[in-house]
């Protein structure tokens, strides 16, 4: 059997294989391109009789499906927890794959969960939806400090709840503003137009995606969640049964306190800065929806409030949500609203 550890590089991968013993039999650094890898390693063997190690760095998708044309064993490591390499005082391309080489040898890396290939696509569409969204957003704000700085030109807009409905469109359209700012209104408009037509597209794939999954509808069920946010849910989650508890779900989100110890003391901050931010912005999102149309939530929510802030209490609610989604998806049933016994 062949280690080979392999060091992640945007345009160069690095690198290092060992033999049975440990002994580096080789170093090489080769292109990023799919064939590059996958000539390089049927080089080194036959595939059963190679084992690669790579972290979950920047585009890790793209090498991970060239190795696994060409390799049976490839292990993804947790780049957080691999901390002997982030660490080092020296550090380069030669040190960091030998230390993955050696690491997967003697069975030392903490492993990275690698989803399945639609998960893959589903995790792109979502991510492109809300990169769509950010921009489009960024947009409008755009406009608003071109219409702050026309206010005397405007007149309608202050009554409107959303500038950027029908009504408000064709007033930002049809007024006469100097040219110079209205050429860029006018443009800014149309790359609304644009960004819009390109989510709703993504939406639609979202939608055929999401049409015959089971577990989706199951989400659908929860107070505050909807086609788009049990989409994501789901995605991110992938398969519920890889957590052995909805205690350890709420970490994979990130919806758990620091916690500090000193001596016989123990002390909880604010939530952990690791964690699948896209899990833990939906969640957090769906609180704030169902605390208005769940009475459970709802109430939950008031008793966090009274003793902490409103952002503490929205996140108290996002891990409540996230443990009802374990059992949910556990037991394979549809949300049940629990009766609250309000004084």
């Known amino acids: ?41 049927k080089s080194q063997g036959e595939s059963n009789q190679l084992s690669v190690a790579m972290e979950a760095s920047y585009n890790w998708q793209h090498f991970y499906r060239a190795v696994e044309e060409a390799v049976d064993n490839i292990v993804l490591a947790h780049p957080l927890k691999t901390r002997i390499i982030g660490e080092a005082k020296i550090k380069t391309d030669k040190i960091d794959s030998k230390v993955l080489a050696y690491m997967l040898r003697t069975d030392m890396l903490p492993r ?23 921009i489009r957003t960024q947009i409008k704000n755009k406009i608003h400090a071109v219409v702050d ?31 110079t700012d209205y050429r860029i209104l006018t443009g800014y408009l149309d790359l609304i137009d644009e960004i819009g037509k390109k989510i709703k597209d993504l939406e639609s794939q979202i939608d055929k995606r999401s049409l015959e999954d089971r577990e989706i509808k199951l989400l659908r069920t929860i107070p505050g969640i909807g086609s788009f946010t049990a989409f994501l849910v789901k995605s ?75 952002n503490s209490a929205t996140i108290a609610i996002a891990r409540r949500m996230a443990e009802v989604i374990y059992v949910m998806l556990k037991e394979g049933r549809a949300y049940i609203e629990k009766p609250v016994d309000i004084k």
């Open 1 to 41: 059997m062949k280690y080979i550890g392999l060091n992640l590089h945007k345009k160069s991968i690095f690198a290092t294989v060992l033999g049975e013993g440990g002994k580096i039999l080789s170093r090489a650094k080769i292109g990023s391109n799919s064939r590059y890898i996958y000539y390089y390693l």
């Open 236 to 310: 991110e989650i992938d398969d519920i049964t890889r957590f052995a508890s909805k205690e350890k779900l709420c970490s994979y989100a990130g919806l758990v306190p620091s916690t500090h110890g000193n001596g016989e003391k123990l002390y909880h901050g604010r939530i952990v800065k690791q964690g699948n931010k896209f899990l833990r912005w939906a969640l957090t999102e769906a609180a704030q929806t169902s605390i208005r149309c769940s009475q459970y939530f709802r109430y939950h929510y008031s008793k966090v409030r009274s003793k902490k802030n409103a």
């Open 112 to 134: 990275a969960y690698v989803p399945s290939r639609d998960t893959m696509e589903n995790k792109m569409l979502l991510r492109g939806r809300i990169s769509l969204v950010r």
């Open 149 to 179: 700085r026309n206010k005397d030109s405007y007149c309608g807009l202050e009554n409107l709840s959303d500038i950027f409905g029908k009504t408000g469109k064709h007033i930002l359209r049809d007024t006469k503003i100097g040219p």
